[in-house]
């Protein structure tokens, strides 16, 4: 079947009442999650995880998902512009002019910026991914199991190069994630690994109760105990004016949203570079290019518009190497590697070949969650930016009821909320140790994937493994494996640096129009 | 000692080699090698590499702090973090009563025990818990079909 032919069939897959709704239902709580201080994308995917157990149809469950990250990214700039907190990690540039040109009094026009910059970004990476995914598919076509065993590592490593500060670290936590996975019975040879005798370890640990431990009820802990701390005292939320961007302004900040969007559709698509780092990159790109870079850090629209666009356009572009290679982009398509594989699709090349339907749908799918996100975005923006002003004693339990119920569901076993507390008290322990717990979490979704692919290509070439040396292909991933890990280290040590200087100009300025 | 100092990549560096020693050395008692040989490879190569890759990284992260004097200093504010450690207790003991009285029961006691803990005196977050405590067992039983811990009684909703 040709590609415009699954592409035929997959849009009025997408179209339907039901899809629709789950559309617009996903964008709204990503809205919300995303912009309440402490609760994040990912903590808004793992809590609608369980629910998708029900869906029939895995794209549905997909295309939710993905309608809650769209969502998520733009609703990070809500609290981020009203409040000058971002909501989450993707929207801390948008802080920079969002917040100076909030305290002008034009929030109205702050928040339209970045709806606009948004879902152009957006768009502009789903179409990418459209277009990107059949070709590179067709590139890969011929990958045998040890080269999927080379792009595992080729995952792993990159994560584990660009998350956190520390190298080390990172690998630490990548490799406990590794060995978490392999509790348990081996599926090949049928022989218990570090169970230690226990019941509950006997038959592993599963991916959705160790996911919730680590990303979901370690943020509502850590949220519960600076509310603690800060005994309940909340941040004002502003008031939001009725003056909105004008045509004039939309079409001045096109340029920075044309390459913001292109920066980081192509950043997106190498494995291991999220919003968090795109944006960055992009707001200093943009401002170097800018005719008026004085202005940036001062309530300059183009500001806001490079980092909000960046963050949405790594949305799709993370999309490409996840569901044409299986090899996630950042935490997020992470987590959506492991709703793909809890919900029995296999991502990589052989998705558009053998489910290649359900690929478009997702992919379509996430097309129209950009689009909708403009209208949704103006009409529901005012409502959502209350919701920062709930406090923090409403959600939490209620997160945390969820979790546990999630957590049970995932097998119907008690020994599954066992194991949450027990990898939640290790994810504090970590958390103590600065250890980044991404890695960890990706090592326990790629483990099985890496584990499967060594033993299928082991067995094919009867235990030679320098096979994943001599074999062209995967001599290449292995190679590009090690200079992106090289470049990447080097990115990630300049926007860090970057990022301090940002944050030393910004606190400055803050202190400057306070005093004024 | 309410506040102390982590120098964390020393500390992460003992504990996590010290781990990765302990599960090398437990290899042998706790991945057996399979009794006839099916062609797969042992299953103890991966777990094997990815402890010895922890046991390197490890090493020279304490090579980085007490050669290379390179360290990232963490402080340790009881103060800040009783609060935490607490909850995470208290999510431990909600487990535990979970297991024992079920779903429904062990968040009506333990939610609101959380919520005057942290600071919180209005009723509505307490109205939030005994509503939320319901809906969502009553909607994983119905709607999800799976049932929550609980003890048979109420028509199974305690």
Known sequence: ?516 | MKKFKIKTNLVSGIIMGAIALILILCIPSQIRVPAYDSGAPSPRIIPGICLAIMLVSSIALIIQSLVLKQEKVVEFDWEKEKPAILLIVGMCVYIGLMLCIGYVLASLIIFPLVLFYVGERKPGPYIVVLIAAFVIFLLFKNVFNISLPALGLLGGII
């Open chain 1, 1 to 516: 079947m040709s590609d415009f032919a699954m592409i035929s069939q997959a849009v009025p897959q997408v179209f339907t009442l039901y899809n629709m709704l789950l559309i617009f239902g996903g964008l709204i709580l990503g809205m919300v999650i995303g912009c309440v201080p402490g609760l994040s994308v990912t903590l808004g995917i793992i809590l609608m995880l369980p629910l998708t157990y029900t869906f029939s149809d895995p794209a549905s469950a997909i295309i939710l998902l993905l309608a809650v990250y769209v969502g998520g990214m733009y609703g990070g700039s809500i609290s981020a512009i009203t409040l000058n907190t971002p909501g989450t990690n993707s929207a801390i540039a948008t802080t920079f002019d969002g917040y100076p040109l909030a305290r002008k009094g034009k929030v109205k026009k702050a928040l339209d910026t970045s709806l606009f910059a948004s879902v152009f970004g957006g768009l502009f990476s789903a179409v990418l991914l459209l277009l990107c995914a059949s070709l590179i598919t067709k590139l890969v076509a011929n990958f045998t199991s040890v080269e999927y065993f080379s792009l595992g590592i080729m995952g792993i490593s990159l994560i584990a190069g660009v998350s956190g500060s520390s190298l080390p670290k990172s690998l630490i936590s990548g490799m406990i994630g590794l060995l978490m996975a392999c509790i348990g019975m081996d599926a090949v040879t049928g022989v218990t690994r570090f169970s230690f005798g226990s019941a509950t370890l006997k038959y592993g640990i599963d991916m959705l109760p160790a996911m919730i431990a680590l990303i979901a009820l370690t943020q509502v802990v850590q949220k519960l105990r600076d509310f603690k701390v800060a005994c309940g005292k909340l941040d004002d939320a502003r008031k939001i004016d009725k003056q909105g961007i004008t045509k004039k302004e939309m079409i001045s900040i096109l340029p920075a949203c044309l390459r913001s969007s292109a920066i980081a559709s192509i950043l997106g698509a190498m494995p291991g570079v999220g919003g968090g780092v795109a944006q960055f990159l992009c707001y200093n790109e943009v401002r170097r290019t800018s005719k008026h870079p004085e202005e940036f850090g001062k309530g300059c629209l183009e500001g806001i518009a490079a980092a909000e666009s960046s963050n949405n356009a790594v949305v799709g572009s993370a999309m490409i190497p996840l569901l044409t290679l299986g090899i996630p982009g950042d935490g997020v398509t992470a987590l959506l590697l492991g709703a793909f594989v809890l919900h029995g699709i296999q991502p990589g090349p052989t998705m558009f070949t053998k489910q290649g339907v359900m690929a478009y749908t997702i992919i379509v799918g996430c097309l129209v969650a950009n689009l909708l996100l403009a209208p949704l975005g103006l009409g529901m923006t005012r409502i959502v930016a209350k919701i920062v002003q709930v406090r923090y004693t409403y959600l939490a339990p209620v997160i945390i009821m969820f979790c546990f119920a999630g957590a049970f569901a995932a097998t119907g076993n008690t020994k599954e909320l066992i194991l949450c507390a027990g990898i939640l008290i290790f994810s504090y322990i970590l958390t103590v140790l600065d250890i980044d717990n991404t890695p960890l979490m990706l090592g326990m979704i790629l483990e099985d994937i890496m584990e499967q692919n060594f033993v299928t290509a082991s067995m094919s070439y009867d235990r030679n493994y320098s096979i994943f040396i001599t074999r062209p292909i995967s001599a290449v991933i292995l190679i590009i494996t090690i200079v992106l890990l090289v470049s990447m280290i080097r990115v990630n040590r300049r926007v860090a640096k970057l990022n301090e200087e940002q944050e030393a100009q910004m606190a400055s300025e803050h202190a400057k129009m306070e005093n004024a």
